[in-house]
């Protein structure tokens, strides 16, 4: 999911209020390939707790969305545009 909820991730189709950049997309299709490593459903609860715990660490939600393990990873390689060609399976954890 982007910084401004620009465009999110769901199934496997990316959904955006406008047209995405390139590193945007890219963004959104690392999620991609993570959801369908999880098989999509627990993804988004994983998402959700981890998303909570770091709420209650830092007490912030942003930063809290910036440690979530699925949004480290997709914004270290967002700007990589052969990432998803060589990625390892499971990358974040
Ligand atoms: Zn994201």
Redesign the pocket.
């Known amino acids: 999911?982007?910084?401004n909820f620009l465009g999110i991730?769901l199934f496997g189709t990316v959904f955006s209020i406008r047209p995405l950049n390139t590193i945007e997309l890219n963004?959104?299709l690392?999620?991609a390939a993570q959801q369908k490593e999880l098989l999509y459903i627990p993804f988004f609860i994983w998402y959700g707790i981890e998303w909570l715990v770091l709420f209650f660490k830092y007490r912030n939600w942003m930063l809290a969305y910036y440690h979530i393990r699925?949004?480290q990873e997709?914004?270290s390689h967002q700007c990589d545009l052969h990432y998803l060609k060589n990625r390892k399976h499971y990358k974040y954890k």
Do not use: N, R, S
């Open positions: 999911m982007g910084k991730c963004h959104e690392i999620h699925f949004e997709a914004y």
